[in-house]
């Protein structure tokens, strides 16, 4: 395999090979793990009993939970096909893969730091534009060992964990939140998962780096 030498893909320098990029793509199944409070975002068949009444996303420190998982796709109303490498400052979709609604905020007060709410919402993968994130990262590509922020696209607040933990029935959990000033409580990178192999239009663009 062709190595390309010291090329800069998302903030990301080293010496790798063109198939073998690390960014992450649309398809892709993850984990995301708050860097400064070590939990993973997570979903549940689990309401709100206040706000919005909708499915409560929350924060866990298990490593092997499967309703952490989430698929990358793309913003409302489009498809980013898989494998395509996600770019700083576009705006995606979380789907929740068990359940199979989106990461969701809106107008709603959290219920227990009185930020704002994050839910999930929609049924089989499709809710509304209030589903939409943008990543916010350095550089051209999120790339998978590399700290993002998601920025929600409609309300500005970042996705964030500040520390507060619920009772029954999730004791333990933290409550995850949009807050409006970026801190260290607004860090996410991937872990666990799959990820789809970075399509052949990345592949391209390094080949012409490499020129």
């Known amino acids: 395999m062709a190595v390309v030498p010291?090329?800069?893909?998302?903030?990301?320098?080293?010496?790798?090979?063109?198939?073998?990029?690390?960014?992450?793509?649309?398809?892709?199944?993850?984990?995301?793990?708050n860097t400064r409070h070590n939990v993973r975002l997570h979903s549940h068949d689990v309401r709100y009993g206040s706000g919005s009444g909708q499915q409560s996303v929350t924060g866990v420190a298990s490593v092997d939970d499967s309703n952490s998982y989430w698929r990358i796709r793309g913003k409302t109303a489009t498809v980013c096909e898989r494998g395509t490498p996600v770019k700083c400052g576009?705006?995606?979709?979380l789907t929740h893969v068990n359940t199979g609604r989106n990461l969701h905020s809106h107008h709603f007060t959290s219920p227990l730091s009185g930020n704002q709410e994050v839910s999930a919402f929609g049924e089989e993968g499709e809710g509304d534009y209030l589903d939409d994130w943008t990543v916010?990262?350095?550089?051209?590509?999120?790339?998978?060992?590399?700290?993002?922020?998601?920025?929600?696209?409609?309300?500005?607040?970042?996705?964030?964990?500040?520390?507060?933990?619920?009772?029954?029935?999730?004791?333990?959990?933290?409550?995850?939140?949009?807050?409006?000033?970026?801190?260290?409580?607004?860090?996410w990178k991937t872990m666990e998962g799959i990820f789809m192999k970075p399509s052949e239009?990345?592949?391209?663009?390094a080949h012409h780096a490499e020129l």
């Open 6 to 33: 010291l090329l800069l893909f998302g903030g990301l320098w080293g010496a790798v090979g063109a198939s073998d990029l690390a960014v992450v793509t649309c398809g892709s199944v993850v984990k995301l793990l």
């Open 90 to 93: 576009q705006p995606i979709r």
């Open 136 to 187: 916010l990262c350095n550089g051209h590509y999120w790339v998978r060992d590399g700290e993002v922020r998601f920025k929600h696209s409609s309300t500005e607040v970042l996705l964030s964990v500040t520390g507060e933990q619920y009772g029954r029935p999730i004791s333990g959990q933290k409550e995850v939140h949009g807050m409006a000033q970026p801190s260290q409580n607004n860090y």
């Open 201 to 205: 239009l990345l592949k391209t663009e």
